[in-house]
């Protein structure tokens, strides 16, 4: 069983920058494929970005978002730049044991942390 527990999120303004933290309980994390998910007010959840033996982002949040991992703290951080109003979202770090690139298929989630950017 992972735990994860996200933390970093707040309200920005747009052109602003935050930095997420995905904190897990298993020793085992860095095997694990971690990835961001957020979901908007009356959307759907949507993949923002995965990293294991390599990295994928969506096509919304390229070149401004970065996923990186600190294996020695056990942590999955999502560097976020030039945020956008349409970026504001409850964002989820989730985990599975498989790589499953753009699917966000994932067996672990975290309670999720919320991100607001302002215009």
């Known amino acids: 069983q992972v735990q994860l527990v996200e933390s970093g999120g707040g309200l920005v303004q747009a052109g602003g920058s935050l930095r997420l933290s995905c904190a897990a309980s298993q020793r085992t994390f860095s095997r694990y494929a971690v990835g961001w998910v957020r979901q908007a007010p009356g959307k759907e959840r949507e993949f923002v970005a995965v990293i294991s033996s390599r990295t994928a982002y969506a096509d919304s949040v390229k070149g401004r978002f970065t996923i990186s991992r600190d294996n020695a703290k056990n942590t999955v951080n999502l560097q976020m730049n030039s945020l956008k109003p349409e970026d504001t979202a409850i964002y989820y770090c989730?985990?599975?044991?498989?790589?499953?690139?753009?699917?966000?298929?994932?067996?672990?989630w975290g309670q999720g942390t919320q991100v607001t950017v302002s215009s």
């Open positions: 989730a985990a599975d044991q498989y790589y499953s690139g753009t699917q966000a298929e994932y067996n672990y």
